[in-house]
């Protein structure tokens, strides 16, 4: 079999590691693990992940600041990711009952394990407490719950307070989330003094997650907790650790000038009315208005020069109006430093494979190629995934170029799996295979669906050996 990347001019090529180009020179192992397993396949690979987690833990060290990584695992349902993380040293994020009790299971401890949901039911607190795990609360009546549940269990809860409404640039950062950072000195902290509270609840940290993925943000985020747990301080709260939450960028393309013709084309064919080259000449985000260009791009900055580590140093390099930098600031305090990384630890670890069933030229002349999958086992809150699949032949393709549009099978007419057209060497066949790298992050599972009942998407994981690999290279993912 041959593999070919879409849209060999005018494309959007992603960043591949060895392991995925290793397998896409093995296509007919990928049609065996489809046999298999079913279409699609989500492949993994783990040791990327802990490369991941290794680059972080290094370029945190070289600060020489107290610190902890959490692994957001929302953002993939994989529980081979969370054995992984506990084997590497690092803590897991969870954000529902479900999760944090899996990782309970799976030995996550005090130590490791922060709940961070957005609603706290009664269980997940309890079972937070009963192992000393802290738990980020939002607002008063969690605090009440936490206190209720505490005093039950005739133990302490340990806290967080996730914080928001921070002035960046003179302006208020809006968040549902969190204390409002001005009203907790002003107004809330004085009632969570109250002595009741004292042998029940124990505020340990300062919480954030901010929206979109702003450095300065999120440095001066940090800076103003800095701050807050100075104040804290007098009041004899002593702050141990602050957790910036995630949203750390990831790159995944190759190309920048790629992207900015990318955005530069679609802008003008929006403006001037011209074909777009996505499906229904979707705008993705872009509108023409009486003539004039609004709107943005409404999908993940997919190209980020400054992404991973960068920005991470980026938020603890942030000076305050003193001089004094994050970094600086957390060795002064004696402050652990606490991240949430979701997407940015899942760089380079997922593909999603997919068996074609159809083709089809629809009443507009365009080709639709059906795939044996669904828009939710590739889906973000993006209005499109911007990066080139790659398309495995069968047979080796001829030179009849054609341009597609991937479809899915739900019933909907906007299952389109991907928004833009791809231009291909070949029509593919029935039976080739279609591959969507880095899809680990977010893409493959945060939306799946079992509508129509079809199955959920198959996790495995992928060890490379010495060799050729066989169907023995990939194991199921841990069921717990
Ligand atoms: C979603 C989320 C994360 C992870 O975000 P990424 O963008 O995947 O890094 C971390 N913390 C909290 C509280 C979140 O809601």
């Given at each position: 079999m041959k593999y070919i990347k879409g849209n060999i001019e005018n494309g959007l090529t992603p960043i591949t590691s060895s392991w995925m180009t290793h397998l896409f020179q093995n296509g007919p192992l990928l049609k065996d693990v489809l046999h298999e397993y079913g279409s699609p396949a989500n492949i993994h690979h783990l040791d990327s992940f802990s490369e991941n987690v290794t680059v972080f833990k290094e370029a945190i060290e070289h600060y020489e600041i107290a610190y902890q990584i959490y692994y957001a695992r929302k953002a993939n349902k994989c529980?081979?990711?969370?054995?992984?993380?506990?084997?590497?040293?690092?803590?897991?994020?969870?954000?529902?009952?479900?999760?944090?009790?899996?990782?309970?299971?799976?030995?996550?401890?005090?130590?490791?394990?922060?709940?961070?949901?957005?609603?706290?039911?009664?269980?997940?607190?309890?079972?937070?407490?009963?192992?000393?795990?802290?738990?980020?609360?939002?607002?008063?009546?969690?605090?009440?719950?936490?206190?209720?549940?505490?005093?039950?269990?005739?133990?302490?809860?340990?806290?967080?307070?996730?914080?928001?409404?921070?002035?960046?640039?003179?302006?208020?950062?809006?968040?549902?989330?969190?204390?409002?950072?001005?009203?907790?000195?002003?107004?809330?902290?004085?009632?969570?003094?109250?002595?009741?509270?004292?042998?029940?609840?124990?505020?340990?940290?300062?919480?954030?997650?901010?929206?979109?993925?702003?450095?300065?943000?999120?440095?001066?985020?940090?800076?103003?907790?800095?701050?807050?747990?100075?104040?804290?301080?007098?009041?004899?709260?002593?702050?141990?650790?602050?957790?910036?939450?995630?949203?750390?960028?990831?790159?995944?393309?190759?190309?920048?000038?790629?992207?900015?013709?990318?955005?530069?084309?679609?802008?003008?064919?929006?403006?001037?009315?011209?074909?777009?080259?996505?499906?229904?000449?979707?705008?993705?985000?872009?509108?023409?208005?009486?003539?004039?260009?609004?709107?943005?791009?409404?999908?993940?900055?997919?190209?980020?020069?400054?992404?991973?580590?960068?920005?991470?140093?980026?938020?603890?390099?942030?000076?305050?109006?003193?001089?004094?930098?994050?970094?600086?600031?957390?060795?002064?305090?004696?402050?652990?430093?606490?991240?949430?990384?979701?997407?940015?630890?899942?760089?380079?670890?997922?593909?999603?494979?997919?068996k074609v069933v159809h083709r089809k030229k629809d009443a507009k002349g365009q080709w639709l190629v059906g795939l044996d999958m669904n828009m939710s086992q590739m889906m973000s809150s993006s209005a499109d995934f911007l990066l080139d699949p790659f398309v495995l032949y069968n047979e080796n393709p001829s030179e009849e170029e054609v341009a597609v549009y991937f479809t899915g099978a739900y019933c909907l007419e906007r299952d389109v799996l991907l928004k833009r057209k791809i231009t291909l060497p070949q029509l593919p066949q029935i039976d080739d295979i279609v591959v969507f790298v880095n899809t680990a992050g977010y893409m493959m599972h945060f939306f799946e669906t079992e509508a129509h009942l079809f199955e959920l998407s198959s996790n495995l994981n992928f060890t490379q050996t010495e060799g050729n690999p066989s169907l023995e290279n990939f194991t199921k993912d841990v069921e717990i």
């Amino acid at each position: 079999m041959k593999y070919i990347k879409g849209n060999i001019e005018n494309g959007l090529t992603p960043i591949t590691s060895s392991w995925m180009t290793h397998l896409f020179q093995n296509g007919p192992l990928l049609k065996d693990v489809l046999h298999e397993y079913g279409s699609p396949a989500n492949i993994h690979h783990l040791d990327s992940f802990s490369e991941n987690v290794t680059v972080f833990k290094e370029a945190i060290e070289h600060y020489e600041i107290a610190y902890q990584i959490y692994y957001a695992r929302k953002a993939n349902k994989c529980v081979s990711l969370v054995k992984r993380a506990f084997e590497l040293g690092i803590g897991v994020d969870t954000a529902s009952f479900r999760e944090l009790e899996q990782c309970v299971q799976l030995g996550g401890t005090a130590k490791n394990v922060v709940l961070t949901s957005a609603i706290k039911t009664p269980n997940q607190i309890k079972l937070a407490i009963q192992h000393e795990i802290p738990i980020i609360l939002d607002n008063l009546d969690e605090w009440n719950l936490t206190y209720k549940i505490a005093s039950e269990l005739q133990k302490k809860a340990k806290v967080g307070l996730r914080m928001s409404g921070f002035t960046v640039e003179n302006e208020k950062l809006y968040s549902r989330f969190g204390f409002d950072i001005d009203m907790l000195v002003e107004d809330t902290i004085s009632i969570l003094e109250e002595e009741k509270y004292k042998d029940f609840i124990a505020i340990e940290g300062l919480h954030f997650h901010l929206d979109g993925y702003s450095t300065t943000q999120r440095g001066k985020a940090l800076s103003d907790c800095l701050s807050l747990a100075e104040k804290l301080v007098l009041r004899n709260i002593q702050i141990k650790f602050i957790d910036i939450g995630g949203g750390i960028t990831m790159n995944y393309l190759e190309s920048k000038e790629e992207w900015e013709a990318f955005t530069k084309n679609l802008q003008h064919a929006v403006l001037h009315h011209l074909p777009t080259g996505t499906f229904s000449n979707n705008g993705l985000g872009y509108k023409n208005i009486n003539g004039a260009l609004e709107g943005k791009l409404n999908t993940y900055p997919f190209y980020n020069e400054c992404n991973g580590i960068d920005f991470l140093r980026n938020v603890l390099d942030f000076k305050d109006a003193a001089g004094h930098s994050n970094a600086y600031k957390l060795k002064k305090q004696n402050i652990q430093f606490r991240l949430e990384p979701g997407r940015s630890l899942l760089n380079q670890v997922g593909i999603t494979v997919a068996k074609v069933v159809h083709r089809k030229k629809d009443a507009k002349g365009q080709w639709l190629v059906g795939l044996d999958m669904n828009m939710s086992q590739m889906m973000s809150s993006s209005a499109d995934f911007l990066l080139d699949p790659f398309v495995l032949y069968n047979e080796n393709p001829s030179e009849e170029e054609v341009a597609v549009y991937f479809t899915g099978a739900y019933c909907l007419e906007r299952d389109v799996l991907l928004k833009r057209k791809i231009t291909l060497p070949q029509l593919p066949q029935i039976d080739d295979i279609v591959v969507f790298v880095n899809t680990a992050g977010y893409m493959m599972h945060f939306f799946e669906t079992e509508a129509h009942l079809f199955e959920l998407s198959s996790n495995l994981n992928f060890t490379q050996t010495e060799g050729n690999p066989s169907l023995e290279n990939f194991t199921k993912d841990v069921e717990i």
